[in-house]
């Protein structure tokens, strides 16, 4: 038999009993949609916990501190260049951030025509810079070039604020400040414009002609002249504090910067700069504990957002079973519903299987003719079921948030809302082959029962 | 070799502990073409005896050859092909499906061969228009009348002319006028395929359309004679000729007809 004409045959015989056929798709199509519903509100869930954590920090990120006590009797270990290459090689990793903090103690940096304008405090910090964006780094202006060449120098949002004015003996410091019409104090100067000196301290002596004092040096050992290639966006760059007031060179620069301030001072037995703190960027999220494993059996203490993910999905998860399990019930009674329609309807229609077992139908088509008729029913129910949950998904995002009192997890400061309710792509197909296949297997058995008609049924007369 | 071969066929139904012996021993052979009545009264093992040929029922001992295949050690799915290959049915109760057509009725047989639908449609309508329902090819069964019914019936058992057609009592649903109607165009059209014929039935004026009765009492083969009412012996072999004459005309113009259609 040709499958079109089975398919034909059981659209015919689903069709002759339209109402029961639309009651029972009705019962799929309830059933369906319950689980897409409920899918999809766990799901909403787990990207609103996705957002909230990624707000502290990226969580394919894996943050790795040298020099921290992790027992109080093993010496703490140092993040030297050889372990970086090690964790560099680790399975899953796809990116390290290493950062090379060199303070205010060691470096000086000006700015401005004349050295006007002098830092007081805070690190300069060696990184690789084609990395900064994908560890979360924003830029409010300006961009990593792609060559970043040993004179280019990125700030943070607010570092240009801890320079002081050297020419003022009076408020000759600033600091970001609400004005009256709701913008914020302008810095004595905007570094994408105005030139930057880095010079390496010789010999310090602390001078305190501001509010906070600085470093004097009494000379400038390997005076460098920089240009400010971007400002970080501190706000939105994932956690990463240092996007306030760092100033960001390459590695290679900072690890000159050291060995001219060692070599400068005639400092003896100097050891390597060490990396204060190193990032690992992890392929996937269900990674991260694997790797970080592997890295704390080094000995080193690290940190991510994986403890506090993984307790927040153990909780959500729990929850989201328990909806889908409701659900299931649900879409569980309309197989129940399935099978007993098919069951009515074998009984009515004996006789005419009977026929056509006795006209030369074969076993195998009468089967596939019942089966198919099940999936249809399953495969209708699922359609509707999920065009009636993109409606229900659609209600719960406009209204949801508010009518259930969940604003305080699902609204956002801006105002905007995130979804409640999530429908992917994947959730589509899954749900219309979840439903196809509760069709086909409440089918089954009357199939099976069909089959074992006896073609005598035709002969029997009324 | 007959074309059918009944030995020695036994069927024994058990109701509670009673043994019912439905038919007792039965051997019959019936030749290509020949139009054989099985006549009995109700209770007298005829509708059991043509389930067995059929390959409805399982025998309890004996074998039916149809065409040289054992009918009795079949299996299901070896049945089928074997109904779709060589057998026709007509039923007493029509039996046509309320959901479908005439013309979708008759094509069904064709159908559950895969054949496609253009093609036997065709010779749906084509075998409607033999049994003079050319008016009613778009017909649902209640719409139409019990002779009209079984006329879709006979077209769509000859459909894809079966060698052995069997009809179970394909008039006990309707009046005299039609009885004779009906019984006409199914003699008629198997006379002219040259097809095999099994008609039971309990009545002596159906008998009469065959070309030999079987008479059936109580399960045994009471008489077999052939039906002199319509042919008396003497002309007997003279009006064979004539027939296979005719009838090789008319299998060459089926076929250039089917051949047209292709």
Known sequence: ?462 | MSFIEVDNLRKVYRIGNEKVIALDSISLNIEKGEICCILGTSGSGKSTFLNMLAGLEKATKGTVKINGREVTSMTEKELAEFRQETTGFIFQSYNLLASMNAVENVAMPLMFKGVHPLIRNNRAKKMLRAVGLEKRLYHKPTQMSGGQQQRVGIARALISKPPVVFADEPTGNLDTKTTAEVMEIVVRMCRKHNLTLILVTHDNDIAKYADRIVHIVDGKIESDYPNVSIVPPEEKKLTETERILENLNKINDTEENENENQ
């Open chain 1, 1 to 462: 038999m040709r499958i079109l004409d089975i398919i034909g045959m059981s659209f015919k015989s689903l069709w002759r009993r339209k109402v029961r056929t639309l009651l029972t798709v009705l019962g799929v199509v309830i059933g369906s949609c319950a689980i897409v519903v409920m899918i999809s509100l766990g799901l909403g869930m787990d990207n609103a916990m996705k957002y909230y954590l990624t707000q502290f920090g990226d969580l394919n990120v894996i943050t790795v501190y040298g020099n921290v006590w992790t027992d109080g009797q093993t010496e703490p270990m140092k993040i030297t260049e050889e372990n970086v290459e090690y964790i560099k090689t680790i399975e899953n990793v796809e990116g390290i951030f290493p950062k090379l903090a060199i303070n205010s103690e060691m470096v000086s940096v000006c700015a401005g025509r004349g050295e006007r304008y002098r830092r007081m405090y805070g690190e300069i910090y060696g990184v690789y810079p084609e990395y900064l964006e994908k560890f979360g780094y924003k830029f409010k202006e300006g961009e990593v070039p792609e060559i970043f060449s040993q004179n280019f120098i990125i700030f943070g949002e607010q570092s240009a604020y801890n320079f002081f004015d050297t020419k003022k003996k009076r408020n000759n410091t600033t600091y970001p400040q609400e004005q009256e019409d709701g913008t914020m104090s302008d810095p004595f100067f905007n570094p994408m414009e105005e030139q930057i000196l880095v010079y390496v301290n010789n010999t310090n002596k602390f001078v305190e002609d501001n509010m906070w004092g600085h470093y004097e040096s009494a000379g400038k050992a390997y005076e460098h002249k920089m240009t400010c290639v971007g400002i970080l966006d501190a706000e939105n760059s994932g956690g990463n504090w240092e996007a306030f007031d760092g100033l960001f060179v390459s590695m290679d620069f900072a690890d000159e910067l050291y060995d001219s301030y060692v070599k400068a001072n005639k400092i003896k037995d100097a050891k390597p700069p060490e990396i204060s703190e190193l990032k690992i960027y992890v392929n996937d999220i269900n990674n991260v504990a694997t790797v970080q494993e592997q890295i704390e059996a080094m000995g080193y203490y690290c940190d991510s957002m994986e403890s506090a993910r993984q307790s927040m999905q153990g909780q959500l998860g729990s929850l989201e079973a328990m909806l889908g399990g409701l659900a299931a019930i649900s879409l569980f009674v309309a197989a129940i519903g399935i099978t007993n329609t098919m069951i009515m309807s074998i009984y009515e229609r004996t006789r005419e299987i009977g026929v056509m077992k006795v006209l030369g139908c074969k076993i195998k088509n009468i089967r596939e003719m019942f089966l198919i008729e099940a999936a249809c029913i399953g495969f209708v129910g699922g359609i509707a079921g999920v065009l009636l949950s993109f409606i229900i998904s659609f209600i719960f995002n406009k209204f949801g948030s508010s009518m259930l009192g969940l604003d305080y997890m699902y609204q956002l400061n801006d105002g905007t809302t995130l979804p409640i309710s999530l429908i992917p792509f994947w959730l589509v197909i899954v749900a219309l082959l979840f439903s196809t296949f509760v069709g086909i297997a409440s089918g089954f058995y009357p199939a099976n029962r069909a089959v074992k008609i006896s073609a005598l049924e035709a002969i029997k007369n009324e």
